[in-house]
């Protein structure tokens, strides 16, 4: 989650630069002084680095979403709430985009920005990235829960239903020679459970 | 709106800097939670959002009178056709056509505050209730079809986001002919809800003031209570703003009105910003293919951004605050409970954002009584009425702005804390779900005050 947070901030920060820049305008690095192109670097940086773990995680998203996306309704995995992810990661995005906006412009000697440029090109950066990111959000924390819920499931189920146990069975008879574990300790020690034992 | 947009005249040189009154309107703030944590009840459960209630007869048999209703909605018919009667055939010009003045400042914005201060007067105004009781002769015939199962208030809410829209983005709100011409369409849709699904039917779901004004009225100190058929039954009086504590079914659609609410009035304030026009000219760069839909298409971009924000941040502080409260599941009902307490905001902005129209513009319908059409007539002796400015010094504007809003939010965080009290197990539990609560009205109190502040003061 705390990935996604910081790839999505980085991309709406990207997003916002972009838009700010205007249509088909090309990369200008900001200032004059020596390392005044930092700023603009960075955000380019950044914003693609996020860019390419989000895409990372929307191929690994849609390959998941492809083999639960088909099942039917009833057996489809639980999904969290778009709204409840996509909430989370907007404020989490605007409040990175505030102190970041704020560290660059103190950075660069520039004024901070005023609450309506950040609501404004926060909401416009930061909004389409932060819907983006909760719908991949909400497409793989339905694959994991839906993985854990197996194992969950698969470690919950009693070792007499299993096939290793019918090949243990047929080993110890072969076998009788072994020495039989006490009754509890089936799972601390080597050998075959109590209840095989012959009497 | 251009009518005398924020006419303050000179700005006013704040003898502080802006942020020294920022900080502490959010100091207020956060002084009345610790005061309301300290002093307030520490109720839980039915008994936190219970508040006293005194019978008014004679309110009761005031608002029974036939006669009572026939003159409130008659004044509401005769205000609506003078809408379309002024704004189609008077003076294509916003500033002397009565069209704007009673549409956007005694309706839009003094109907609403009264109705806050006073309850839901839309009940008695409301035109097209009032036109349907003539056309039927008050016997309220069944619906022809029934609402499907679950649609809530959406069609309000859509409607309302349409007015806002128009209101805001569309650039010929100011425009008599487009005002009445939309008025009559409103009507048309109105009447066939009414008419289709029933009189009260429609409107409580599909009338995007009646829904408004619901929700403002249940600030006022005068309730109300009706039976089956829509006849009054009770009124009573109680403290004003606890009418927001009542039981609300829980839904997105009453969420997000509110929200739009507190949006529309932000994003109104917005617009009078340096940001905004740094924002629009920016944006318009990516838009101008459109021609002269590109402002309409930018505000209307902002609109939608501003309103998807609102509810996504509201919607992360209840989480937080569900958090803070240790309590699981039923995210609706708590996020729509809360929403509720949000009114008093929206209200309290309403009143600081409109003050100059109703002390100031609300005056320039006077003259234009005298000669409503713009044809020489001398109606009324009143055509040389001035304006007056003595409730409208920039100075005057700023303190009533920051007086109402932070009073609004004080509201806001006192209902909030009694809203807890009921939602959450023990009164610890409920006192930690508002911090969350309160953070969020800090952020909000200073940033409505930063919108209020741009085009009053030389601060701004």
Sequence with gaps: MGIVVLAASQVGHLLTSELRRGPGAALVLDG?????????????????GGAAVLAALLVVAAARTLRT??????????????????????????????????????????????????????????????????????????????????????AGQPLATGPALCATRTWTFARPALRCRPAGRQRSERGPPTLLCPA | MNLYLHAFGPRYDLPISLALYLYAAAGVVVVSFVMVAIFASDKTGERAVHYPRLAAPFLLAVGRSPVFRAITGGIGVLVLLAVVVTGLLGVQNALQNPASYLTWIYFWAGLVILSGLVGNLWTLFNPWTAIYDLATLGRRPGPRFRLPE??????????????????????VASQPAVVAT???????????????????????????????????????????????????????LRPWGTGLLQRQRAGWDWVVFVILMLASLAFDGI???????????????????????AEPVTRTLGMVLLLAAFLLIFVAFVRLMLYFGGRRGEELTVVTAFALTL????????????????????????????????????????????????????????????????????????????????????AQKALLSQYPMLVLMVLYTMTSLWILAQPTTKGG
């Design chain 2, 271 to 293: 617009l009078a910003t340096p940001a905004w026009q740094s924002f629009d000219v920016t944006m318009g760069h990516w838009v101008q293919g459109l021609g002269t839909l």
């Design chain 2, 182 to 236: 939309l008025a009559i369409l409103y009507s048309v849709i109105t009447l066939t809800g009414m008419f289709l699904f029933g009189r009260d039917e429609w409107p409580q779901h599909g009338e995007a003031f009646t829904v408004l004004f619901s929700v403002i009225g249940r600030f006022g100190p005068v309730e109300t209570e009706r039976d089956d058929r829509g006849r009054l039954t009770g009124v009573w």
């Design chain 1, 69 to 154: 996306g088909f099942l039917a309704p009833a057996r489809r995995p639980a999904r969290r709430p778009l709204l409840d992810l996509a909430a989370a990661l907007f404020a989490v995005q605007l409040a990175v985009y505030l102190v970041q906006e704020t560290l660059e412009a103190a950075a660069g000697g520039a004024r901070p920005l005023s609450p309506g440029d950040l609501i404004l090109w926060g909401c416009a950066g930061q909004l389409p990235v932060a819907l983006l990111a909760a719908l991949l959000l909400r497409w793989l924390t339905a694959s994991v829960e839906a993985a854990v819920a197996e194992l969950v499931a698969a």
């Design chain 1, 32 to 48: 004059t002084g020596v390392h005044a192109y930092a700023s603009t670097l960075a955000t380019l940086a950044l914003g693609i």
């Design chain 2, 343 to 426: 009114v008093p905001i929206a209200l309290v902005y309403n009143a600081a954002h409109n003050y100059s129209y109703l002390t100031y513009n609300a005056q320039s319908l006077i003259p234009l009584l005298a000669d409503p059409l713009g044809r020489g007539w001398h109606l009324l002796p009143t055509a040389a009425y001035q304006p007056s400015l003595a409730l409208n010094a920039a100075a005057t504007v700023w303190y009533m702005q920051i007086i109402l809003i932070v009073l609004g939010h004080v509201i806001a965080v006192y209902l909030a804390h009694l809203r807890a009290g009921e939602q959450f197990r023990t």
């Design chain 2, 150 to 171: 679950g649609t809530g208030v959406w069609p309000a809410a859509v409607l309302y986001l349409l007015f806002v829209l128009f209101e805001l983005a569309s650039g």
